[in-house]
């Protein structure tokens, strides 16, 4: 069973929707839990991170960070055709009992994401 | 916009050829990694190095060798390529994170790499 679980799509919305990603994991070391984007042919660039649970905003992007179900979801308000690209959640799990350094990050397989005006 | 580069950004090559994919950012960082992305799939760690000589195999087994004799260079050679090493190899680094910050991974355009 992977580590990380990311439901591949693909996901094809209007112009301005609502969009939801999820990832589900089963490591609870994980503390850090962050989101990239990515658009074809290029690499993963950076959205969004969150330590431990809880929400973030930025824009119109909002992530959310269940520890108690492992689940973790980014959420896409007002979606726009530029938002079209691979999303990727990863995570992190510190390496040393106080939580001070942190290991490599897992990823999930990305979420391919289609707005069409 | 991160700072790091990879060459080439297509390759195709036949089987028993000696590659190297190079990777260099300009932004100082000490940690270098590089990943193997295949289509709908998740990125696997296949090396990383946290500094100058070091270097360390990833979560994924890969034929691939890596260096690290400067800090802005990370080259991945493999010294005999063969179909299954078709993919996408992708380069990232990262900076020095204090206690209370995430290691954010900067990437590069990646390289397709197509072995016949």
């Known amino acids: 069973q992977k580590e990380v679980e990311q439901d591949p799509g693909p996901l094809s919305v209007p112009e301005g929707a609502i969009v939801s990603l999820n990832c589900t994991y089963s490591?609870?070391?994980?503390?850090?839990f962050m989101w990239y984007r990515q658009y074809s042919r290029k690499g993963p660039e950076l959205l969004m991170y969150?330590?431990?649970?809880g929400n973030k905003e930025d824009g119109r992007f909002t992530a959310q960070v269940d520890k108690s179900s492992k689940y973790i979801s980014l959420f896409i308000r007002d979606s726009q055709p530029s938002d079209s690209a691979t999303y990727l959640c990863a995570m992190s799990a510190p390496t040393n009992a106080g939580g001070t350094s942190y290991g490599k990050l897992t990823f999930g397989q990305g979420t391919i994401l289609t707005v069409h005006p | 916009e991160a700072d790091i580069y990879q060459t080439p950004r297509y390759l195709v090559i036949g089987t028993g050829k000696k590659i190297t994919l190079e990777c260099s950012q300009t932004m100082g960082h000490d940690k270098m990694y590089w990943y193997q992305q295949d289509p709908g799939m998740e990125l696997h760690l296949i090396h990383y190095s946290y500094g100058v000589n070091s270097t360390e195999k990833g979560d994924l087994s890969s034929e691939s060798t890596v260096s690290r004799i400067r800090t802005e260079h990370f080259p991945l050679t493999l010294e005999s390529a063969r179909p299954s090493h078709t993919s996408q190899y992708l380069c990232?680094?990262?900076?020095?994170?204090?206690?209370?910050?995430?290691?954010?991974?900067?990437f590069g355009p990646g390289t397709r790499l197509t072995v016949t």
């Open positions: 490591n609870s070391a994980f503390q850090y």
């Open positions: 969150t330590y431990s649970s």
């Open positions: 990232a680094s990262s900076p020095y994170a204090p206690l209370d910050r995430v290691r954010e991974q900067y």
